[in-house]
């Protein structure tokens, strides 16, 4: 009987030991499994951080090939465009208002400022009427309203052709002064101004007058003029067909000069080199240029 039991007792340690060993290969084979993963996990967070690292330092490469290098000269003429031409540091002091931005909140701003900033004097102003209507509860004014609506559209139709002009490439939308504007513009139709949207009959009934320009439009459109005899005939030469001189031979003050910046409007795609001794007529005609909105230089020899 104690034979019996002692055989007993040999067989029930030897199963718990196969068992017992059983349960260790299969931790054991758990944990292999699971450093497995682990190292494959570590490997593909690897893979990323060095796919990162390639991304970033072409990225870096990128950088640097169009990072734009400027020498002294350069550096300063960039520092005086930013802080006296656009802040106007340069004239705290002063009694006249100088510096583009600060002249957005004048109540009339130079034709000579860039396209941008009289862009941002009208938005500023329309954004205004949307404060007072909904932080001071003021009734807009609803003809204002519509002056408001139409020179900032005009204001918008201006700088698309102008980039047009300068970026025919590339989509009016694509430029950020233009999408901040269009923006506005939808905000400001669809009743940002307390509640008021643009009623199309309201505005043929009581605002017809804007159709033909608000007061931005009126500010920036060419003059009217009747023009001189030697400007006509002037005018009617160039126009000839085939290669020719023209002379204009008239008195001064005849408007000979005017006519040299209109001749960009006869032909757009052409470049004018024009010749002149004095620096005055020179920069006039730059000024008429600038104003219908041709670029120009000019140096002097």
């Not at 003429?77 to 031409?85: D, E, G, R, S």
């Not at 989509?171 to 901040?180: H, R, T, V």
């Amino acid at each position: 009987k104690e034979k019996k039991e002692k055989k007993e007792e040999e067989k029930k340690d030897k199963k718990d030991k196969k068992e017992k060993k059983a349960k260790n290969s299969d931790d054991d084979a758990a944990k292999e499994e699971k450093k497995d993963k682990k190292d494959k996990k570590d490997k593909k967070e690897d893979k990323k951080d060095d796919k990162k690292d390639k991304g970033k330092d072409s990225k870096d490469k990128k950088k640097k090939k169009d990072m734009v290098t400027l020498n002294a000269k350069e550096k300063l003429q960039v520092q005086n465009l930013i802080k006296n031409m656009i802040y106007g540091e340069s004239g705290k002091n002063k009694t006249i208002t100088t510096g583009w931005v600060n002249l957005i909140d004048e109540k009339d701003m130079p034709k000579m400022t860039p396209w941008e900033f009289q862009l941002g004097q009208i938005m500023k102003q329309c954004m205004a009427m949307e404060y007072a209507a909904k932080k001071k509860k003021e009734v807009p004014d609803m003809l204002g309203f519509y002056e408001m609506c139409q020179s900032l559209a005009d204001a918008i139709g201006f700088m698309k052709k102008q980039y047009a002009f300068e970026f025919p490439s590339n989509s009016a939308e694509d430029f950020l002064p233009l999408q901040d504007a269009l923006a506005l513009q939808t905000r400001f139709r669809e009743g940002s101004v307390a509640g008021a949207k643009f009623d199309l009959l309201w505005y043929l009934q009581n605002g017809a007058h804007l159709l033909a320009g608000s007061n931005f439009a009126k500010k920036h459109r060419t003059t009217v003029f009747k023009p001189f005899k030697i400007q006509e005939l002037m005018v009617d030469a160039i126009l000839q067909k085939g290669p020719q001189l023209v002379f204009g031979i008239a008195p001064p003050g005849t408007g000979k000069t005017a006519v040299v910046s209109h001749i960009l409007n006869l032909f757009p795609a052409h470049t004018l080199v024009f010749c002149c001794p004095a620096l005055p007529v020179v920069l006039s005609v730059g000024r008429i240029s600038n104003t219908l909105g041709i670029p120009y230089a000019f140096c002097k020899g």
